[in-house]
């Protein structure tokens, strides 16, 4: 009973039940000077970090309960661009191999460390939409390449979806990756037919979707059947779209001989960095006799496209008709909704309300000022939405589950993780968390969108995407694997190196004498106070049996952040 009224006391304390005084566009309580958007408690602070960052520290609460929401959102917006092929570049410079270790290596550094985190989550968000994968062996190689790929989410995660939809359709990685490169023109003699995955792909998973939808992300049907939003002679016009593109700066004599188009012979050539196959970073180049031109091509046809019927007609030049090609795409009124929901499914919530959807996608329909597609605007408003900013009851199917990796991340900014040389050598998280960074197995990243388990959440049509990679093994090796990043790689353990990450127990020891302090400090820290009472009075019953002693306290960290972290409840953020 002790234990609970303190839980209830603490609880009432930080929930705000005191007198409260406006002055302006500032709010005073219990000695604190907040903004009046919030946040108005700790638990308010973590719980929008742990949606807008890789995971909540102290520091970082106390620091957004004294700007605020809108400061800190802008302050993000306006920080530098923490890039990522630069350090592989570096790396290389220095003369050590540079492979897809080195680029999950960044990724781990960048999302532990960098200032810009909203930026580098919206990134992530991004990467798990605009997919490529180093398990795919046309890209594997090429590790720089596909760092500056990433760099295009990270430079765009706050631009327009219109420019990024062009910078990644015509990024050689992408090209490679959905055979977009040296797609060709028709050619019945040879029995040549234009490749059709980028076109497919573009549509269902980058902007459309398979089906129409209502501007709050609710599906179209007529006779009680969703109605498609396109079919195959669309997909076969822009196949032919995406015909003619190849390497940049690629010598042609004649307007392009065959042997230029396919072997480009001597490479490309004239660029400052040759070593790092620099013909990669660029965007390719059209060539107009590979391109498809002598035929009118069906594209996407809705209501208010410039195209009528959505027909693009015929004689058009390899850009003309990419620009054309992506405008139309852009321009559907499927995208904001699709756009807007993965976003939200993806920081916020796997079952976003459809007003929650359209609230979003309205935005990105209109900034505000007359732009579609703001990223920018797009995340601010589905960060700073009610439903984003309102705990969801347990009655209300809100939250989701959490990624593997933004466990691992969530641990290292809670706890300081890092290792002495400051680099963050995490090369293959995959092994246990069943994820690295640009790793999925297919184009549908690690998990469908709308994947929903058998059992009670599909009988009642809700989608948790995150479970589809929550097997019985992954269970285990998250656990296991967290558990061995708190149990032995902390600081001063025996038998470390300089190259080991490590978490930094000592702020934590301070306060273990007091298993409720501590247990409150996680609670807060990894749940954002969602813990219930049950869960709480549990662990701290727990940690008393623990000896009061340097290493008993040591152990009751320990147990308390494995504990929580192997939780079902910390599983699934609220």
Not at 375 to 394: C, F, I, K, Y
């Amino acid at each position: 009973m002790k234990i609970s009224f303190l839980r209830v006391a603490l609880s009432l304390i930080l929930l705000g039940q005191l007198p409260q005084v406006w002055a302006g566009d500032h709010v005073f309580d219990a000695g604190f000077e907040h903004r009046a958007e919030g946040p108005y408690t700790d638990a308010d602070a973590a719980r929008f970090l742990t949606q807008a960052t890789f995971g909540p520290s102290l520091e970082e609460i106390s620091r957004l309960r004294d700007i605020g929401y809108n400061a800190w959102l802008s302050e993000q917006a306006s920080l530098p661009a923490s890039r990522h092929r630069p350090y592989l570049e570096a790396v290389a410079t220095s003369g050590e191999d540079v492979y897809q270790n080195i680029r999950q290596e960044i990724w781990w550094q960048h999302g532990i460390t960098a200032p810009d985190q909203l930026r580098q989550r919206v990134a992530f968000a991004l990467s798990e939409l605009l997919v490529i994968s180093d398990q795919n062996g046309a890209i594997e190689g090429y590790p720089v390449a596909m760092a500056n790929y990433y760099d295009l989410l990270v430079d765009g995660a706050f631009g327009n979806y219109r420019t990024l939809l062009e910078q990644v359709t015509l990024s050689p990685v992408m090209g490679h990756y959905l055979s977009m490169f040296k797609n060709r023109k028709p050619d019945t003699d040879l029995n040549i037919r234009p490749d059709e995955n980028y076109a497919r792909e573009i549509m269902q998973l980058f902007s459309v979707g398979l089906v129409r939808l209502n501007p709050d992300g609710t599906v179209q049907t007529s006779g009680g059947q969703p109605i498609p939003a396109y079919d195959q002679d669309t997909i076969r016009g822009f196949a032919h779209v995406f015909t003619g593109w190849n390497w940049a700066n690629c010598p042609r004599t004649d307007g392009g001989q065959w042997w230029e188009w396919e072997y480009c012979p001597s490479g490309p050539v004239d660029w400052p960095n040759p070593g790092w196959d620099a013909w990669w970073m660029v965007p390719m180049e059209p060539w107009e006799s590979y391109h498809a031109s002598e035929e009118s091509k069906q594209l996407l046809a809705y209501s208010g496209s410039t195209l009528p019927g959505g027909v693009l007609p015929a004689g058009g030049t390899a850009d003309s008709d990419l620009q054309a090609a992506l405008n139309n795409i852009f321009n559907h009124p499927n995208v904001a909704p699709f756009i807007a929901r993965h976003l939200i499914k993806r920081m916020v919530t796997s079952n976003p309300s459809p007003a929650y959807v359209g609230r979003v996608a309205a935005v990105f329909s209109n900034n505000g000022m007359g732009v579609r597609g703001d990223l920018g605007a797009t995340v601010r408003a589905l960060l700073m939405d009610t439903e984003a900013r309102t705990l969801p009851s347990l009655a209300s199917n809100g939250g989701k589950m959490r990624e593997p990796l933004l466990k691992l991340s969530h641990l290292w900014r809670a706890l300081d993780g890092r290792a002495d040389d400051g680099r963050y050598r995490e090369w293959y998280s995959d092994y246990y968390l069943a994820q690295a960074a640009l790793r999925s197995p297919t184009v549908f990243n690690f998990f469908l969108p709308d994947y929903s388990p058998p059992g009670e959440l599909s009988s009642l049509g809700l989608s948790a995407p995150e479970f589809q990679i929550t097997t019985d093994t992954s269970i285990a090796s998250v656990s296991n694997g967290l558990g061995y990043k708190i149990f032995y790689d902390w600081r001063g353990h025996n038998g470390q190196t300089s190259e080991d990450i490590v978490v930094d127990l000592g702020t934590e020891l301070a306060i273990a004498a007091d298993p409720v302090q501590l247990v409150d400090r996680y609670d807060l820290l990894f749940m954002s106070r969602t813990m219930s009472d049950f869960m709480f009075d549990t662990l701290v019953t727990h940690l008393q049996t623990l000896p009061n002693t340097s290493t008993g306290r040591r152990q009751r960290v320990q147990d308390a952040v494995w504990l929580i972290q192997s939780s079902p409840e910390y599983a699934i953020e609220r």
